[in-house]
């Protein structure tokens, strides 16, 4: 399957064996002098060793790699002590990543290993970071409850106001783009997710509250985007991994946009897990011109 997870410049590495302490989850290890990764089942692809490397010679890329594995890295970390895998947890945590930092808590109960949970569930989460897939802080990753509805009002003339009510925006995440999201961030977990062509929303008109209102978004184009493939493992992830109730697709009545959900299918059918697909078409001046399963 295709995630993110890092790419050590053997090139840059000065073997100073920073990430490799840094490194809780035993992913990285010092061997002829470089950092390695020795296994990437253990790497969560969240890069807390990129801030330990002085000489940026690691960065995360995304790539065909082995699932990562909650329970493993627990086990492996066993030996370490309480404070790692606390450490471990509560990083989990700062990352939203709730379902795995669930997965590790319930394995170390049900194996009756006794730690300090509390200093991890109350522990405060930190402000969102720039997401170190890109630089730019605008694809940095978000979830956060729909905007209210505003009303304004403003005077025309010396005897007339008039008020204006602003609809409400349904988002609860960042990034849409599909290439710039996550498949396994918490917001996906159990969603309902509408892929929707680029120009669906600016086609129409009630997108927000039509389509968007209590649903996760993901949006892309299938004629002009690049590397489409990565694509059908993103979605295949949100299926497998995050579990994803149901898939929506939005596309325009134009030829080029049945590509979508051709994309969409195939992934579907390479997960390997059955979940409901629809089919909504929006005709070029607004109009929704077909709705249905298949």
């Known amino acids: 399957m ?6 050590i410049d053997e090139v840059l590495c000065n073997g100073c064996e920073a990430c490799v302490s840094g490194c809780h989850e035993g992913a990285l290890q010092m061997i002829d002098g470089k950092a390695r990764m020795v296994s990437e089942l253990y790497c969560d ?19 065909e790699a082995e699932p990562y594995d909650e329970i493993a890295v627990v086990q492996r970390m066993l030996p370490k002590g309480e404070k790692i895998i606390l450490a471990h947890l509560r990083h989990l945590k700062d990352h939203e990543e709730f379902e795995l930092l669930k997965q590790g808590v319930s394995w170390l109960k049900q194996n009756n290993i006794h730690m300090d949970f509390a200093s991890v569930h109350n522990a405060p989460t930190p402000a969102p970071k720039a997401s170190a ?38 988002l609860r995440q960042w990034p849409v783009q599909l290439h710039l999201l996550n498949p396994q961030a918490a917001y996906f977990k159990g969603a309902d997710v509408v892929l929707a062509a680029d120009c669906v929303a600016f086609s129409f008109a009630d997108f927000h509250n039509r389509f968007l209102a209590g649903n996760i978004l993901a949006i892309a184009c299938p004629k ?21 109730n149901m898939l929506t697709v939005i596309i325009m009545e134009v030829q080029c946009c049945g590509g979508l959900l051709g994309l969409a299918q195939k992934a579907v059918a390479e997960a390997g897990r059955k979940i409901p697909v629809k089919l909504i078409v929006i005709g070029t001046r607004g109009d929704i011109l077909k709705e249905e399963w298949v």
């Open 2 to 7: 295709k995630r993110t997870i890092i790419k």
């Open 45 to 63: 692809g969240l890069g807390a060793c990129i801030g330990d490397c002085p000489v940026g010679a690691i960065t995360l890329e995304e790539r």
């Open 224 to 244: 002009l985007d690049s590397n489409k493939e990565s694509y059908v493992e993103k979605l295949k992830a949100m299926i497998q991994i995050s579990a994803i």
């Open 133 to 170: 897939v890109c630089a730019c802080p605008g694809s940095n990753e978000m979830s956060f409850a729909p905007a209210a509805a505003k009303t304004t009002a403003f005077r025309l003339a010396s005897t007339v106001t008039s008020v204006v009510t602003e609809n409400a925006s349904q």
